[in-house]
């Protein structure tokens, strides 16, 4: 295949860059940079399946010969990032989606666009299974991200629908890995720095509010699964293992061996923070035979040499922490 992956150069962009090219596609990423990094595909310069477009998918997209498949993963994806960036947060998922939907059609490409477990926002049915609708605020400072993909999945049905183009729709639930970036704002990275810094780990809130964290590469292969589906639907891609924040700052701690514990700051809850985060998986299980298989505490042990190194970078660890 010839593949466009819009968001390419960002965190889960970029692996799906190496995922696509090692299968034997050929890749082009898009990105506008404004939250990703030529960081991230730094490796891949001179490989002749991989080209890179500096572009913004918000602008008119043109791209020269065949297209098999498009994946639309250009978006700020952090609290930090759609906060301060609230307008372009919501231009990315409107028009953004509209020209990568728009170039789909003109070129015959399967589209596959990522969505977000946020479109449940703070939820009142536990696990969240596709069918549910959500609890979502749409005028609070969240609002920007949860209904830029809210609508980006009822123009992808649209698309469907009116046009016939062959479409899928993936809802991501908490990642993390490699090449996440250090000012990315969520609880993986800045735990992670702080451990390796020796700091306590700050908690907000009672602590007691559930993720449910998987590990980039179980997250490509369900994407990769995914997109060579014929399921239209939503599909809920994460791992269904809860843990209370603050169960988690406990694990980080003890396999980064960080001795200053942690520091609860019950009067900072994030507003419009949801309380709990856990997919069902059912239908990823039967329908795309896919389940996560890295462990949370092996995923961050394969994460930490990254933040260990991005941190010498930096000068904030000695070099030989």
């Known amino acids: 295949m010839r593949v466009l992956i819009t968001g390419g150069a960002g965190f889960i962009g970029s692996h799906l860059c190496d995922y696509f090219l090692a299968q034997g596609h050929d890749v082009i990423a898009m990105d506008s940079l404004l939250t990703g990094s030529t960081d991230n595909i730094a490796h891949l310069a001179g490989n002749e399946h991989f080209q890179f477009i500096k572009q913004d998918v918000t602008n008119f997209l043109f791209i020269e010969g065949p297209l098999d498949a498009i994946l639309h993963f250009a978006s700020p994806a952090s609290p930090i990032d759609y906060l301060e960036l609230p307008i372009q947060t919501l231009k990315v998922g409107s028009l953004g989606t509209h020209k ?24 009142l049915i536990h696990p969240q299974p596709e069918a549910y609708w959500g609890n979502v605020n749409p005028v609070g400072p969240r609002g920007v991200y949860d209904e830029a993909k809210r609508f980006a999945e009822a123009l992808t049905m649209a698309y469907h ?18 090449r996440m970036r250090l000012a990315d704002g969520r609880v993986v990275p800045n735990f992670l720095q702080q451990a390796l810094r020796h700091e306590p780990l700050t908690i ?5 509010q559930t993720r449910s964290f998987q ?19 939503p599909i809920n891609i994460g791992n269904p293992r ?17 001795p200053a514990g942690l520091v609860v700051k019950r009067d900072l809850r994030i507003i419009d923070d949801p309380q709990t985060r856990q997919p069902d998986i059912t239908r990823a299980s039967s329908l795309l035979n896919w389940e996560p298989k890295i462990e949370l505490d092996e995923g961050i042990r394969r994460t930490v040499p990254y933040f260990r190194e991005q941190l010498r970078k930096l000068g904030q660890l000695p070099d030989d922490s």
């Open 215 to 233: 590990y980039v590469s179980d997250l490509v292969d369900g994407l990769y699964k995914l997109l060579l589906s014929e399921e239209v639907d």
């Open 100 to 123: 990568a939907l728009g170039l789909a059609k003109a070129k015959g490409a399967r589209f596959l666009l990522a969505s977000t477990s946020e479109v449940y926002g703070d939820p």
């Open 161 to 178: 629908r009116f046009h016939g183009l062959e479409t899928r729709i993936v809802r991501i639930f908490n990642t993390y890995g490699e």
């Open 242 to 258: 809860e843990f209370t924040i603050k169960a988690f700052a406990e694990l980080v701690n003890q396999v980064t061996g960080n």
């Open 204 to 208: 907000y809130g009672d602590g007691q």
